[in-house]
């Protein structure tokens, strides 16, 4: 009789047989069938994943989803066979088109005919601008990856500590991060060694250098291996930074721009509007639409965060009918993943964000995108809209746009040259659906501090960015109304801002400063302040003394003459006798106690007190009284020790009881903490696996031991989300995405 593990062994030599036989074939084939450098095939051609050069295990994640993916979409047609074959992609196309897995499959299939394993590290990067669109990211490579053994790891900023993802990114093979936590390992983690490293990916590169991230990844290329890496840039519009970064990092690219050529630079199923709406009743308009569309799924942009938190507690006072929602920046990481998860579980509901949520986010059955505020270029514009019409879906999209906004030219500038590029068509409210909501919010705002608080942030904020635009010949806020605009937001008067006094130079440098991260440069001066107070400490007095002295004579030798110290000591003055001996550590000696004196009978000792009239009282004959009653005491010694003794066993017993009772109190305390924990951990025991984290894409490679314990995890439901990516379970609303915590899946 054959014994399991015996048994266990023939089948997984077996596999691995054909592994590596299948593997000698798609390296045949992917060579054979690589197509020509320069080749684009044609718009609107459906070729099915099976005739790809790819292996079983990725077929089979892929059709195995929700909704299986059988058919490449234009990008995907274009792009895969490409990448197959090793070659730089620099790939163009709308969004909601299905980038992500134009990326993701050859991620997978470059490392699977590398024959990769947790044991040989990172193979792969994918750099995201945001955390939500990483979490996206990662969601469908565990769908497309669900029979591989791969190791993959998802690196954003939020919750999880560092260190906890030192231990375990060493030994992850696909790693999908923001580029600051991607630094941050490479410079940190001394066992995240990426000289094997076969791909690099940069999804919406454009939205990575328009965050501000242009200095991280130069240094992130610098520490990648050129030779051997293969690297994909997408993104939804083609900039000049953009071709600047794939010049940097790009060898001999292939340029894949699908829609180049066509009539409309959105989605055919996309119809696009806009309304003029004078400043002072926007808020009116906004929610109008909102009582409007109770029955749709829609996402409100505006320009600011302050913006989004006042129009959220508002719209939640005012209890529209719907579910109302807030996306932004100000949020923590877990929030953020929370909502997110939320509002792509409701059919209906309203989700107020900035355009944190307007590159790359797969939001699944969106009705409606509305523009509240005009954004600043024709890419956000298009990367806003795009938020619905996804893939091969209709939506609707308007924009808001004040009178000076149109005047100025705003649309010209959408539309550019050719007009049938975004073809926006004026419509006009209908005044029986508006429902004016002004002096309602200046009624909560009058009564509610808080909210009074987030109307000034929200006027503040929206008129700094209409400041802070570059393009002034549309945006200037000469042309508002700033004060109907302050009562439109229910408040009593209008803030006075000093910023708009500033010059053309200091608006300059406000705007540069823009999109610096805050929380990020407090920390770096806070590191900074700690390194000096150390060094500082270190150095000690005589150190200062030398440093102030060398510090000194350098400035003497400086131009600036402002600052002239009288006396200049030498080193030919160290001999004069005539300079007194210096006591270097006179200050640092402690200085003797004070005594004080409590014998009544020092005349020395004088005790004023001033009566209700001002006077100053005689307190002799009270003071001779108690000099007797001390007296008295002071001779009967054994009555004063024995008085003492009593104090003494009282404070001991009431010490003792508070002991007592503290102890008491420590042990519920940890009592009540272990059985939150004891809730906690059987709540997350009835959740599915997390979002965040590492797993390990476990399938047809892994022995058979570990399919038995590996199981549960690959056998998860995964739902598709439209184009870019596919989203998990129904219970996705309860996940989180930024850990890095090792699970086996199979």
């Excluded at 009282?650 to 009540?672: M, P, T």
């Amino acid at each position: 009789m054959v014994q399991p593990k015996v048994r266990s062994n023939v089948k997984k030599e077996q596999r691995k047989a054909e592994s590596e036989k299948e593997v000698e074939i798609l390296t045949k084939r992917v060579v054979e069938e690589a197509p020509a450098r320069g080749y684009a095939p044609p718009i609107d051609q459906r070729v099915a994943f099976r005739a790809l050069a790819i292996s079983q295990v990725t077929l089979r994640g892929l059709e195995s989803a929700k909704t299986p993916f059988t058919t490449m979409t234009d990008i995907q047609n274009a792009c895969i066979p490409h990448a197959l074959a090793g070659r730089d992609i620099l790939g163009a196309a709308r969004t909601g088109s299905g980038k992500t897995l134009a990326f993701l499959i050859p991620v997978l299939e470059c490392l699977y005919r590398n024959r990769f394993s947790p044991v040989d590290g990172p193979g792969a990067v994918v750099l995201s601008p945001t955390r939500e669109l990483a979490v996206q990211i990662f969601q469908v490579l565990r769908m497309a990856g669900k029979y591989h053994a791969f190791s993959v790891g998802l690196l954003i900023g939020g919750k999880r500590d560092f260190f906890e993802e030192q231990n375990q990114v060493g030994s992850t093979n696909i790693i999908i991060a923001t580029p600051g936590r991607l630094l941050q390992h490479l410079e940190q983690t001394p066992n995240f060694d990426t000289s094997d490293l076969r791909m690099l990916v940069l999804d919406e590169a454009d939205r990575v250098l328009d965050m501000g991230f242009r200095d991280q990844l130069v240094r992130i290329l610098e520490y990648l291996p050129t030779e051997q890496r293969q690297t994909l840039l997408f993104s939804a519009t083609q900039t000049n930074d953009v071709s600047h970064l794939a010049t940097m990092s790009l060898q001999k690219p292939e340029y894949l721009g699908v829609h180049d050529k066509e009539k409309t630079s959105t989605p055919d199923a996309l119809q696009q509007s806009y309304v003029v709406v004078p400043l002072e009743h926007k808020l009116d308009a906004v929610y109008s639409f909102v009582k409007s569309h109770l029955k749709n799924k829609s996402i409100i942009f505006f320009a600011t965060c302050s913006q989004v938190r006042y129009a959220w507690e508002l719209f939640c006072s005012l209890r529209p009918g719907i579910p109302v929602m807030a996306l932004h920046g100000k949020l923590v990481q877990t929030k953020r993943t929370e909502i997110y998860f939320d509002y792509l579980q409701r059919p209906h509901a309203v989700l107020f964000a900035t355009d944190i949520a307007a590159r790359g986010l797969d939001f699944k059955d969106v009705d409606w995108v509305v523009q509240a505020d005009a954004p600043e270029d024709k890419a956000m514009y298009i990367h806003r809209a795009g938020r619905t019409a996804r893939y091969r879906a209709g939506g609707k999209s308007l924009l808001m746009l004040t009178p000076p906004e149109e005047k100025n030219g705003f649309i010209e500038l959408v539309q550019g040259k050719k007009a049938a590029k975004v073809p926006l068509k004026k419509l006009s409210i209908n005044p029986t659906k508006t429902v004016v909501v002004t002096e309602r919010a200046a009624s909560l705002v009058a009564s509610n501090p808080n909210l009074n608080r987030l109307a000034k942030k929200a006027y503040e904020s929206y008129i700094r960015s209409i400041f802070l635009m570059p393009n002034r010949e549309i945006f200037d806020v000469k042309d508002m109304s700033l004060d109907g605009f302050a009562k439109s937001l229910g408040l009593a008067s209008t803030p006075n801002l000093r910023f708009l006094k500033n010059s053309a130079k200091d608006r300059e440098e406000l705007r540069s400063v823009k999109n610096v991260n805050r929380k990020l440069q407090k920390l770096k001066d806070q590191i900074k302040a700690e390194k000096l107070a150390k060094k500082i400490a270190r150095l000690g007095s005589s150190g200062l003394a030398s440093q102030s002295s060398v510090a000194k004579e350098e400035d003497d030798g400086s131009d600036d003459d402002i600052l002239v110290p009288k006396n200049r000591q030498t080193a030919e003055d160290d001999d004069d006798e005539s300079l007194p001996e210096s006591k270097v550590h006179e200050v640092s000696q402690s200085r003797k106690r004070k005594k004080i004196r409590i014998d009544i009978s020092n005349t020395t000792n004088k005790r004023i007190v001033f009566g209700e009239d001002g006077e100053e009282e005689d307190l002799k004959g009270m003071i001779k009284a108690n000099a007797g009653a001390i007296e008295h005491i002071g001779n009967d010694k054994e009555g004063l020790e024995q008085a003492t003794d009593e104090y003494m066993q009282q404070v001991r017993e009431r010490l003792r009881s508070n002991f007592e009772k503290d102890k008491a109190d420590e042990k519920e305390r940890v009592r009540a903490k272990h059985k939150k924990r004891r809730i906690q951990e059987k709540g997350a025991k009835d959740e599915d696996e997390p979002v965040h984290g590492s797993a390990i894409l476990a399938g047809d490679s892994v022995d058979s031991d570990s399919e038995a314990s590996a199981s549960s995890s690959s056998s998860a439901d995964t739902s598709r989300s439209d184009g870019d990516s596919a989203a998990g379970e129904d219970d996705l609303a309860a996940q989180e995405a930024m850990a890095l915590s090792l699970i086996r899946g199979t």
